[in-house]
């Protein structure tokens, strides 16, 4: 089945610095890929949707000088948080799908502690 | 704006029941419903999609059915097994877009041996 990995699962910064998190469809290759969010016993919002080659499009209310899309190939997309807040403290799950395709491979998300 | 709810926001059964997770949605123009499975601080897996036109899908001991008309969706587990412990997510689409998901809050299952 088709894979996606998340790098890093779990990341401690300081109030004031960015953070990287990277999403990468291991066997195949992944046209659009989505970002999601997770708050504490809340259900998944989506944040922006990525496409290879072009500017992600973000949801209503998600900051898009803020959290920072990259999708540089058709494997991987790159999220990154910038002068990151406690209130951005989070868990960050990105989804890939297959070109043409319904189905949704998730991640296994990254837990973001901003101290 | 598409609203999915999930009903119980919790359940805790013993090993052996059939049990049954109801999802709602607002907007009954969806090209499809999705379930998904997610362990504690860890991504989804995905369980079953059904397509619009379909009534229904099984996978081993789970059945997930649709009405679209009247918005609803049920996810059926037969003979639970602690190993199903998890929080089940359903999840409809945005729209036409494929891929953006709107998500329910999940239920929360619990099953002791």
């Known amino acids: 089945g088709a894979v996606v990995s998340q790098h890093p699962s779990r990341v401690i910064c300081k109030s004031g610095t960015s953070v990287k998190i990277e999403c990468r469809s291991l066997?195949?290759?992944?046209?659009?890929m989505f970002w999601y969010r997770q708050f504490p016993k809340q259900s998944l919002m989506l944040m922006a949707t990525?496409?290879?080659?072009?500017?992600?499009?973000?949801e209503q209310g998600v900051e898009k000088d803020k959290f920072l899309i990259n999708h540089a190939s058709l494997t991987l997309s790159t999220l990154t948080v910038t002068s990151a807040h406690p209130e951005d403290s989070s868990f960050y799950i990105c989804?890939?799908?297959?070109?043409?395709?319904?189905?949704?491979?998730f991640g296994p998300g990254t837990r973001l502690t901003v101290t | 704006k598409q609203e999915v709810t999930q009903i119980p926001a919790a359940l805790s059964v013993p090993e052996g029941e059939n049990l049954v997770l109801n999802c709602s949605f607002t907007?009954?123009?969806?090209?499809?419903l999705q379930w998904f499975r997610q362990d504690p601080g860890k991504g989804l897996t995905s369980l079953l999609l059904?397509?619009?036109?379909?009534r229904e899908q099984t996978s081993g001991r789970l059945n997930a059915s649709l009405d679209k008309s009247s918005g609803r969706s049920t996810l059926y587990i037969a003979a639970s097994q602690p190993g199903d412990s998890a929080t089940y997510l359903c999840?409809?689409?945005?729209?036409?877009?494929?891929?953006?998901?709107?998500f329910g809050r999940g239920t929360q299952l619990t099953v002791w041996p």
């Open positions: 989804s890939a799908t297959l070109s043409g395709s319904y189905e949704q491979y």
């Open positions: 066997d195949f290759q992944a046209t659009t």
């Open positions: 990525s496409n290879e080659g072009s500017k992600a499009t973000y």
């Open positions: 907007d009954s123009a969806i090209y499809n």
């Open positions: 059904i397509q619009s036109s379909q």
């Open positions: 999840a409809v689409p945005q729209g036409s877009t494929l891929g953006r998901l709107y």
